[in-house]
């Protein structure tokens, strides 16, 4: 069966089962590769001397704030869009609930190289922790969610699903900053 090397790091192709585990992918980055991806900048970070709560916190401290001020004010306004019946409070809502939420998505594609930026310069593993799979799962949602409103006109059963998927996305990242928080306070 074909294989693609990503990294040295073998992924199998057309379901072969496979051979290595997110853990192992982290360890070939940071440890096989250092000059390639992040390494160039973890050691620029390094170069800077934050203090090293600084570094520990700054990404959860960081994400916390996307998360409930413009994750939860723009899911606010989802259901507001939902179940408004004042037109303008409905107008203002649809007008700003993509932009909260396109800049938490942004904000958060963003957060992850914090994170694995963080974790680096800590020198301590990277895609071993629970916390790394619900974040690769909520960005992926995420992406879906984003082209959801893009197919609207003229299926609004998507919007049930745009609603049900966001909130669910909302669900799951709460239970990702608990896990992240776990995750800063076991080192």
Partial sequence: MPRVSMLGFCLPLRGE??????AELGDKIKDRHPGSL??????LVKSWNLPDWLVHWGHPG????????MGGYGTYLGFRIRYSDDVEEKAKAKDLHPK?????????ALGATGGVTSLLTS???????????TGFIGLTLLTIQTILPTLFEGKPGLRNVHGILG??????F???AA???QLGLSY
Avoid: C, T, Y
């Fill in 123 to 133: 020198d301590k593993p990277i895609f071993e922790s629970p916390h790394a799979v």
């Fill in 167 to 172: 909130s669910g996305i909302m669900a799951l």
């Fill in 100 to 108: 909260l939420l396109g800049g938490m998505f942004f904000f958060f």
């Fill in 17 to 22: 089962p496979s051979m290595g585990s997110w």
């Fill in 174 to 176: 709460l239970i990702h």
């Fill in 179 to 181: 896990l992240g928080l």
């Fill in 38 to 43: 992040f390494g160039p900048f973890v050691e």
């Fill in 62 to 69: 960081n994400m916390a704030v996307v998360l409930f001020a």
